[in-house]
């Protein structure tokens, strides 16, 4: 072990002022002002720094959110226009701050027909379109049967269910 590493940190304790400090005349009790000062202002610019950063985190999350959601309703909407289908539902889960999953819940005839690769096609297309250094979503799609359990699919993370109104 080298020493640089072997050198263990001084506690705040341990500081003494230098005798050019002692020598400049400041009463114990300006030093004492400063110091203080010194020890809040490093305490509330923390807290300050931290809040801010806490703020900015939770907007950038709450923006991805909706903007996961607005995705994915807008995608289920063209789903429905372009292969003429009333979708079964569509489920939403946080991957994490900036990574999306939706769950696209569509017709059986559908799942299994000839037009579910053109299906495919148009979520990769919109994961693409959607994928930035902040922000990523991706779509999964299941087939409505009888035996789907919402329930599991609520358990596995999928905690947002659309309801549009109409």
């Known amino acids: 072990m080298s020493k640089v590493s072997s050198i263990k ?18 009463s114990d009790e300006t030093v004492e002002l400063v110091v203080d000062a010194y020890l809040k202002g ?4 923390y ?3 931290r809040n ?3 703020r900015a985190m ?5 923006g991805n959110l909706d903007r ?8 289920l909407r063209e789903i429905e226009d372009i292969f003429s289908v009333e979708m079964s539902g569509l489920y939403l889960k946080i991957e994490d701050k900036f990574s999306f999953t939706a769950a696209l819940i569509i017709p059986q005839n559908l799942y299994y027909s000839k037009n579910r690769r053109q299906l ?11 994928c ?3 922000f990523g979503i991706s779509f999964t799609i299941l087939p409505a049967k009888e035996s789907l359990n919402l329930r599991k699919l609520f358990l596995n993370g999928f905690i947002f269910q659309y309801a549009p109104k109409h």
């Open 52 to 54: 801010a950063d806490t």
């Open 9 to 26: 940190a001084a506690e705040p304790v341990s500081w003494k002022p230098t005798t050019t400090a002692k020598e400049s005349r400041l």
């Open 132 to 134: 930035e250094d902040l």
């Open 47 to 49: 807290k300050a720094a």
């Open 58 to 62: 939770s907007k950038t999350f709450q």
């Open 120 to 130: 495919t096609e148009l979520l990769i297309k919109a994961e693409v379109e959607n």
């Open 42 to 45: 490093k305490k509330d610019g």
């Open 68 to 75: 996961a959601m607005m995705i994915s309703s807008k995608l």
